[in-house]
């Protein structure tokens, strides 16, 4: 091992983990960064897997999050991650009732743009402007929405592209020009009078050019929600008379760190009617159930939205961690697998390391444990962009508990209880 003093980590604490009996964690060390980093236990269940990734150097210049790639081993199945922005922009849906007053309901997060959510009351969109104004996280509709209109807001995962266009009919099947050049009929959500158009069906686009299936009349008022380019696709169906008429053609998740459930990268409509998330409808993989059987004469249309992860601005353009999504199987400890982020349209790259699990290893049927010491973490204390700075022995676990004085202010107790977390 290379010569290491405390000082080159800055300001250390120690933490000292005694499980019961049981389980004899080791010591557990933490510098002054914000992120806690905690001993953990190898069992039957998770040996060979994959539980953490830790990022050093978040890197600059992130517009969407990276991909990441983990070493395969040798023998097993390779580990699956996903990067993640602090404060990212990220899809979201919400769902309210009305209260016989303009203001509802309260959104989820600030609006500085109209463009970035679509909104519908009881299914039917709602016209920007028109129907309803946003101030911060205050949306105010024109008129009082009763307590027997739902309420659903679609956060768009936006884009330098995204916009809203509002327009008229004029009794003709091309009754406006678009304000982008489009180059698929999916990469906009059209609704007339509230009720969302199927593309190809009702609807073709070439260029600045939208042609109607029907003339568009008068009377007919008419919302473009652009979604940029070649980011969203859809699929059409008819009803069976059962609840599950159609076989998704995507598995549909939600994002990293939310309830599958809410499904906030899929928006549904029947009849031209938006459908509502856990009440409407369920999905599970490709399985989507409605509540009440969809006859043949109803028409299904699912958008599958852009479900990339953005960072909201310069400041959270790096990358604030690694997920683990698939922890895979049969990983060697002794040959640790290279974790690979891909670098930022600006050519910086993130710098992480795997952690596998060491230590313990715990027998459920005989309850006695390894007495071997785990193994801890050591990390600098210079704190950049919430990730600590990388150095060359960070990318091993270090188990060297005969020389802790060389790292801690005192000798570290030996059976204190898990402190300071």
């Known amino acids: 091992m290379p010569s ?10 120690f933490f000292n983990t005694f499980f019961g009996t049981q389980l004899k964690l080791g010591p557990l060390l933490r510098t002054q960064d914000t992120t806690k980093f905690h ?3 190898r069992t039957a269940e998770n040996i060979g897997t994959i539980q953490r990734a830790v990022v050093f150097d978040g890197g600059d210049g992130y517009k969407i999050a990276p991909q990441v790639l983990i070493e395969s081993p040798e023998n097993g199945t390779t580990a699956i991650a996903e990067a993640y922005f602090k404060n990212p922009v990220a899809p979201d849906v919400q769902v309210g009732q009305g209260d016989n007053t303009v203001t509802p309901i309260t959104l989820l997060k600030e609006i500085d743009d109209l463009s970035h959510i679509t909104v519908s009351l009881n299914g039917i969109i709602q016209e920007p402007v028109i129907d309803y104004t946003v101030s911060g996280t205050t949306i105010t509709f024109d008129e009082v929405v009763g307590t027997d209109e739902n309420i659903m807001i679609y956060y768009l995962n ?5 916009n809203v266009q509002s327009g008229q009919g004029d009794n003709t099947v091309t009754p406006i020009t678009l304000t982008q050049t489009v180059n698929n009929p999916e990469d906009i959500i059209v609704s007339i009078n509230g009720l969302t158009q199927i593309p190809i069906t009702d609807y073709t686009v070439s260029g600045t050019t939208i042609t109607f299936d029907e003339v568009v009349g008068t009377d007919e008022n008419i919302v473009i929600q652009y979604l940029g380019d070649s980011l969203t696709a859809f699929q059409q169906g008819q009803g069976d008379d059962t609840t599950t008429p159609i076989v998704l053609s995507q598995e549909v998740n939600g994002n990293i760190f939310s309830s599958e459930s809410k499904k906030e990268h899929v928006i549904i409509t029947i009849n031209g009617v938006r459908q509502i998330p856990n ?3 369920t999905i599970d993989g490709t399985v989507l159930t409605f509540d009440e059987a969809v006859s043949p004469a109803e028409t299904i249309l699912v ?3 852009d479900g990339i992860m953005r960072s909201s601005s310069e400041e959270f353009d790096y990358v604030a961690g690694v997920v683990i ?5 049969g990983y060697d400890y002794d040959e640790l697998p290279v974790l690979t982020i891909a670098p930022s349209e600006t050519g910086e790259i993130a710098i992480g390391t795997i952690v596998l699990l060491r230590g313990p290893y715990y027998n459920p049927i005989s309850y006695r444990a390894n007495e071997r010491n785990s193994d801890f973490l050591i990390f600098r204390g210079n704190k950049s962009k919430r990730c600590v700075d990388p150095i060359i022995t960070q990318y091993k676990l270090i188990p060297d508990v005969d020389n802790v004085g060389d790292f801690y202010e005192t000798t570290p107790p030996i059976t204190d209880r898990l402190q300071g977390i």
Request: hydrophobic share 15%; charged share 30%; no cysteine.
């Open 279 to 281: 009440i409407d409808y």
């Open 303 to 305: 958008y599958y939205l």
């Open 4 to 13: 290491i003093s405390k000082e080159d980590y800055g300001k250390v604490s």
């Open 158 to 162: 936006y884009n330098d592209e995204y």
């Open 325 to 329: 999504t698939d922890p895979g199987s």
């Open 39 to 41: 001993s953990s236990y």
